[in-house]
Nanobody
Framework: VQLQASGGGLVQPGGSLRLSCVAS????????IGWFRQAPGKRREGVGC????????YYAESAKGRFTISRDNAKNTAYLQMNNLKPEDTAIYFC???????????????????WGHGTLVTVSS
């Protein structure tokens, strides 16, 4: 089981990035996928998630209206589209999965059982 997040980089404020989370060794179909981030000196926090049952999505307040999570089960990949990026979005971004729940609303972080290596997003002019 392996998850790999990619797509990070340096972007100017107001710019966009799309992160990908590719799964290998298993199928993502039945997993809830969560996106998390950890900024320097701060605790890891949830960004949002997408359910396995109906692909419903939920977002942290900081991400609402700017970030969009999607999944392509045929490609075994999830995405985090980030628009209107701000310097405070600078962080290492992680994807994680769990199959204890079908709906990802309010799933505690410690339920996520597999985590990918993160990808660094830097928002700076």
């Amino acid at each position: 089981v392996q998850l790999q997040a990619s797509g990070g980089g340096l972007v100017q404020p107001g710019g966009s990035l799309r992160l990908s989370c590719v799964a290998s060794g298993f199928t993502l179909d039945y997993y809830v996928i969560g996106w998390f981030r950890q900024a320097p000196g701060k605790r890891r926090e949830g960004v949002g998630c997408i359910s396995s049952s109906d692909s419903s999505t939920y977002y942290a307040e900081s991400a609402k209206g700017r970030f969009t999570i999607s999944r392509d089960n045929a490609k075994n990949t999830a995405y985090l589209q980030m628009n209107n990026l701000k310097p405070e979005d600078t962080a290492i971004y992680f994807c994680a999965i769990e199959d204890a729940y079908n709906d990802c609303f309010n799933v505690p972080e410690d339920v996520y059982e597999y985590w990918g290596h993160g990808t660094l997003v830097t928002v700076s002019s």
